[in-house]
Structures are given as C-alpha cells and as structure tokens.
C-alpha cells in the first residue's frame, strides 16, 4: 500500500446495536495506511449497558484506487453478553474478517502507447537487387512478460518497394503486449546478405531494449531504448547522384467545417479545444505536427496558425478529434470531466502532396467523411449528489426531556411522509440525510406527531424547511436550508403540569340537640362524626435504575493488500 492510499468501510448495527466509537454518524470509518501489504482497523469501543447479542456487519465500500481489485464481501460480527452476577458482564465474540484486495497493473502495449519496434533499411549508391529481411529476437530470459513473438520468441517481417531503387524503407514488427516489469533485450539482424560486388553490407546485430516499469499507479509504462536502428547497404560505383529535393508547399490547411454542441449547460467560449494531427508514418515531413483549434459561444470551431508544410511528396494521413481531459470516472464509459461527457469520435483526413512545376511541392486534400462537416457532441450533468439532514430543537417546559419521547415527521411537497426521527435528550431532532441529484428548489414540512403522554400539552406548529440545491456548473451540486425562511432550527416547546394534590375535605356541623321528652328520658349519645377524610395519599416512590456500562474491547480488524 502507498501513502495516501485510502480504504473505507461500511459497519452496519443490527436490530438496534450501538454504533462503535471509531465509526461517523452514517457507519463509516477510513483508513490510510502508509505502507505495507496489510493493515488493523480500529473500529472503536461499544458501550453497552445490558446482557444480550450485538451484531454487526461490516463491508469494504469499492472505491477506484488504479490497478486494485476490491474484496467487498460483507462479515458478520456478534458479540454475546451476559451478566457475570457480580454487576459487570461477560463479552464474547464471534468473527474474524479478513479483506484481501488485490493489486494487478495493466499491461502495456508497444504500438499502442508507444511506437512500433522497427528497423530502417537505407539503399544508397544505387537500386536494391531486393527486398530485405529482418529478424527480431528475444534475448533476455523473460519470455513469459511478453506476448506477440513467434514460438522462438522472434519476429521476422520483410522491406516492400525497394527492389529496384535506392532509399529507406521502415519495417514494423507489430504490437508487442508486455505484462510484466523488467528490462527486454532484443537484436535486429538482417537474415538476406548475400554478397554481390560493388556492394557494403551492414551486417551488425542492433540492440533495442525495452524498459518496462510499474510505478504503483495500476498502469505498467514502457520505454524504448535504441529503437529503429538504420542497416545502410551501399553501393560505390557507379555513383548515381540522388534526385535533387523539391521546394516544400506553402501552408495549407483543410477546408474542414467543425461545430461543438454541449447539451445540459450553457458554453463558453475557448471551452473545448480540438486538433487535426498527422499521424501516418511519414508525419515527420509535416510542419507542424498539429493545428490547434477551441469553439466561439456559439459552438463554431476555429483552428489557429497558416496550415501545414509539406516537404515530401506523399500521402499524408491527419486525424481530427477533440482534445480528451484526464477521465474523472475511468471505471465508466466515456471520458467524463467535471460533470462533462466528451465526445471521442476521431475523424480521418488525408493530403496528397505531387511535385508540381518548379519541383515545387503541391498539397490537395481529401476529406472523406467529414467532407460534410464535423460536430463533436458533449453532454453535461452533474456527476456529484448534494445531501442535507434536516433537524429540530425539541424543548419540553416542566420536567426533563427524555431521549425517543416525541416522534417529528418529514413531510415532502406532495404530503407524503418520508422520513420520521425521534427527539434526543438534549432535545436534537436528526432526520436521515437527503440526497439530491438535480438543482432545484425543495420543500418540506416538519410536524410534531401528537402523543398521549399524561399531563404533556403538544406543540401543534409546523414549520416549513426550504432545500436550494445549486449546480455549480462542475460538475458538482451545493444544498443549502433555510427554515422558516432563516437559517435557525424550528424549535417545538411542548409543557409538562404537574398534577394537583387533592384539597382537604370540609368539617362536618355540629350534630343537632335532641327535643326534651314529655318524660324524661336518658338522651342519646351522639355519634362520632364522619370527617369525609378517606384520602389515602400514595407516597412518591422513586426507582433509581443503576446502569452498568460495559465498553467492550477495541475491536481490531486488517485489511491487505496483495500485489
């Protein structure tokens, strides 16, 4: 692993299981080892405050390192607690995931990336008596780092067209596919020299070497070394002087009509540049190799500079594309830069340059199918999501706010529900974060839900929360909330009243005298008066619930890297 080098991973509480220590909000957690084939995680400690089963998953999230292969199956963690009896508990786990990415660089074509290997066979003096024929072999002990050789690990092509004449012909041995680092060693030796009088051969092997190297960035490069080695056959008489060299063209530049659409965003001029380049074998002999063009406001496309200058005869072959910025999402198709598609449709031209009168040099150009006209066609959407979470403050008069009491919804713009959070006991209200894939404006309703707790009177308010998601014309998206038409939190006060101890009852009158007989008799003795006193008034009871927590051990996990 290098510096720098980040892995991210996903853990995911199951039935209601504390999020580790080590891990943000949404489950995450990233690490950036600096070296080495593997790495620990430390996910953290986990409070807990009762006996039971905790489980976990936990997967690495794939991210786009070069040249890594990502391991994202998921792991099951659980952890079993139970109480030892003696006020503290017993943890015991289960899992010990491993992720195994690993690391593999693309291989490198010479050919593609880079030039063919070649040989230039040069004639002088006079005509060839025929063609030539060149062996490439392998010479290093590497074999197995390379593809496109013969079984011998050699390569073996001829000259076309110098029989006859005098001059240079290049021969290609083709696209050699290389797989591995290492340094490929191979000599080019001419197989036809027979010996013919008046002639010099050049019968020296020639060394060209290949340097391959993997600079850890995914991708091998290649370099070559000696490549395209001259073998000179000569011959001294009769000497025939060489065709004197004719006058190069005056500039030229293809009457090409080239137009630029971008669809989904407004352009700006000098945004998108565009070349026509030469790129045949000869190319040598154009100057300058590329015209450079960029498009007006209104998509025309304009290349600077007088032309091309041609000081051959030849046909040249030129292609016509639109200057590619680094791909931001190579693992999708398509060159995609700052929420821009590009068009990479290339066009072939071609220019057929004749000595004319005065051994001067004359170019016409054939346009083929961009006889018509060319347009390059980009697209723009943005290639980034915004997310907000919205949120409350919850403040109960009365007594203490307690943590999940209250229930607040989310309401979207067609009345729909799409979201619910529960109150913290600090009175935070979080709703699940929102993600945004389009500019626009948002808005929501935030409600308390009525409860039916004893003695609580509800807020009944709603408060509107207004999302304004702005492109930024890069490809990336801004969200930014104002509730209530400012930036502060709704606020939602409900009141606790405590209940009234019931009053004293009244005091009973004073019972009556009873009448005096005619005869006098023995009066009966009152009764004792009923007070109406039969309140019973419970004592307040308070249950104190004594909360052992239990920090579970760190929880180590490794990731390697494998190359």
């Known amino acids: 692993m290098r510096q720098g080098d980040e892995f991210t991973f996903q853990v995911t509480p199951v039935e209601g299981a504390p999020l580790p220590s080590g891990v943000d909000a949404s489950g995450t957690i990233t690490i950036r080892p600096s070296s080495g084939g593997s790495a620990n995680i430390d996910f953290g400690s986990i409070k ?88 490439l072999q392998l010479t290093t002990n590497n074999a197995d780092g390379v593809q496109g050789l013969d079984a011998d690990n050699s390569i073996t092509k001829k000259t076309s067209g110098l029989t006859g004449t005098q001059g240079t012909d290049t021969v290609d041995f083709g696209d050699l596919t290389f797989t591995k680092p290492g340094d490929y060693v191979f000599t080019v030796t001419e197989t036809t020299t027979t010996s013919a009088e008046g002639w010099t051969y050049d019968n020296a092997p020639k060394t060209i070497t290949v340097h391959v190297a993997d600079p850890g ?31 190069e063209t005056d500039p ?77 999402d190579p693992e999708t198709p398509g060159v995609q830069h700052n929420g821009v598609t590009y068009d990479e449709t290339t066009y072939a031209i071609t220019a057929k340059v004749t000595k004319g009168a005065g051994n001067k040099l004359v170019a016409t150009w054939d346009l083929g199918s961009a006889a018509g006209g060319v347009t390059f066609a980009n697209t723009y959407e943005p290639d980034e999501t915004a997310s907000v979470s919205l949120g409350a403050t919850k403040v109960l008069n009365g007594r203490d706010l307690v943590a999940g009491e209250f229930t607040f919804e989310l309401v979207d713009g067609q009345g729909n529900v799409v979201a619910t959070a529960t109150n913290a006991a600090d009175g935070s209200v979080i709703f699940s974060s929102i993600e945004f894939t389009e500019a626009g404006t948002y808005t929501y309703l935030i409600r308390e839900v009525a409860g039916s707790l004893a003695n609580v009177t509800y807020d009944t308010a709603t408060h509107t929360a207004t999302v304004t998601v702005t492109d930024n014309g890069d490809g990336t998206l801004t969200a930014t909330v104002l509730y209530d038409g400012s930036g502060a939190l709704p606020v939602f006060t409900n009141t606790y009243k405590v209940p009234e101890e019931p009053g004293e009852p009244d005091k009973p009158g004073k019972p009556t005298e009873p009448t005096k007989p005619s005869k006098p008799e023995e009066p009966q003795k009152p009764a004792t008066p009923d007070t109406g006193d039969h309140t019973n008034a419970a004592a307040p009871v308070a249950l104190a619930l004594s909360g052992v927590a239990l920090v579970a051990g760190a929880y180590i996990l490794r990731v390697r890297r494998n190359r």
């Open 48 to 135: 807990i405050d009762h006996a039971g089963t905790y489980e976990y998953t936990i997967a690495e999230i794939e991210d786009s390192i070069p040249g890594i292969k990502y391991d994202t199956h998921t792991e099951t963690v659980v952890f079993d607690v139970t109480d030892n009896g003696e006020g503290g508990y017993i943890v015991s786990y289960q899992g010990e995931p491993v992720w195994e990415n690993k690391y593999e660089a693309k291989f490198v074509v010479i050919g593609d990336n880079e030039a063919d290997l070649q040989v230039t066979k040069s004639v002088t003096g006079a005509g060839a008596l025929s063609e030539f024929e060149f062996k």
């Open 217 to 247: 960035d995914g991708q091998l490069d290649a370099t070559v070394e000696g490549n395209n080695p001259i073998v000179t056959n000569k011959y001294d008489e009769p000497y025939i002087p060489p065709t004197p060299t004719p006058d």
């Open 252 to 328: 030229s530049k293809p009457d090409l009509d080239v137009d630029k659409t971008l669809t989904g965003h407004d352009m700006v001029a000098g945004e998108f540049s565009f070349t026509i380049t030469a790129t045949g074998d000869n190319a040598d002999h154009v100057s300058p190799k590329t015209l450079t063009g960029t498009n007006d406001a209104s998509g025309n496309v304009s290349f600077s500079g007088d032309g091309f200058i041609f000081d051959e005869a030849g046909e040249y072959t030129f292609t016509v594309s639109e200057v590619l910025p680094q791909d931001d």
